[in-house]
T-cell receptor, first 113, second 113 residues
Framework: QKEVEQNSGPLSVPEGAIASLNCTYS??????FFWYRQYSGKSPELIMS????GDKEDGRFTAQLNKASQYVSLLIRDSQPSDSATYLC?????????????FGAGTQVVVTP | EPEVTQTPSHQVTQMGQEVILRCVPI?????FYWYRQILGQKVEFLVS????????KSEIFDDQFSVERPDGSNFTLKIRSTKLEDSAMYFC???????????FGPGTRLLVL
């Protein structure tokens, strides 16, 4: 059984601070890793993808991947109230059909003014 | 920005009735996916569809479910005899997530009474 685990939160972050979100996965065949943002009642929105070990930065977002530890993280710098949402970690595996995603349950982030 | 559209946005049905959910994916892409999200739970993969055939389906996608691309553009998910536990948000998505190009539709909220 392939698992993607996240802390459910809520993670309370002061405005302007860094939010740090973590995700672990069980399948060593996982090859692609994604972070989605989901506002309440809305569909997931892809914000970051990462495929190789190390860091990947896009604006205020940084994704970090450590395949040896089966760990992927997302940092949100200069957090804004509009960043308040649930952040979903998703993983795709070599053994699954292309593009199939396994999602974690998500971490709720609350940015307080 | 290209969109994935879904209709209806909301559907209320009686247990045992058939429902058809519709999706218009990004044109010229052969891959698309259906996911569902029960309220308060994780996004779950249902089925992937490639070039008018199912490429993978989950355990959830039993004989009560079917997918079709009846006219080359619309993409349908049919639930033949709905159960209470089918109440969820249903999302279609495409193409495969890569390079920040994967889109989820806005979803159909299905309520089975």
């Amino acid at each position: 059984q392939k698992e993607v685990e996240q802390n459910s939160g809520p993670l309370s972050v002061p405005e302007g601070a860094i939010a740090s979100l973590n995700c672990t996965y069980s399948d060593r065949g996982s090859q692609s890793f994604f972070w989605y943002r989901q506002y309440s009642g809305k569909s997931p929105e892809l914000i970051m993808s990462i495929y190789s070990n190390g860091d990947k930065e896009d604006g205020r977002f940084t994704a970090q991947l450590n395949k040896a530890s089966q760990y992927v993280s997302l940092l949100i710098r200069d957090s804004q109230p509009s960043d308040s949402a649930t952040y979903l970690c998703a993983v795709s595996s070599l053994t699954d059909s292309w593009g199939k995603l396994q999602f974690g349950a998500g971490t709720q982030v609350v940015v307080t003014p | 920005e290209p969109e994935v559209t879904q209709t209806p946005s909301h559907q209320v049905t009686q247990m045992g009735q058939e429902v058809i959910l519709r999706c218009v994916p990004i044109s010229n892409h052969l891959y698309f996916y259906w996911y569902r999200q029960i309220l308060g739970q994780k996004v779950e993969f249902l089925v992937s569809f490639y070039n008018n055939e199912i490429s993978e389906k989950s355990e959830i996608f039993d004989d009560q479910f079917s997918v079709e691309r009846p006219d080359g553009s619309n993409f349908t998910l049919k639930i033949r005899s709905t159960k209470l536990e089918d109440s969820a948000m249903y999302f279609c998505a495409g193409p495969p997530p890569s390079a920040e190009t994967q889109y989820f539709g806005p979803g159909t909220r299905l309520l089975v009474l």
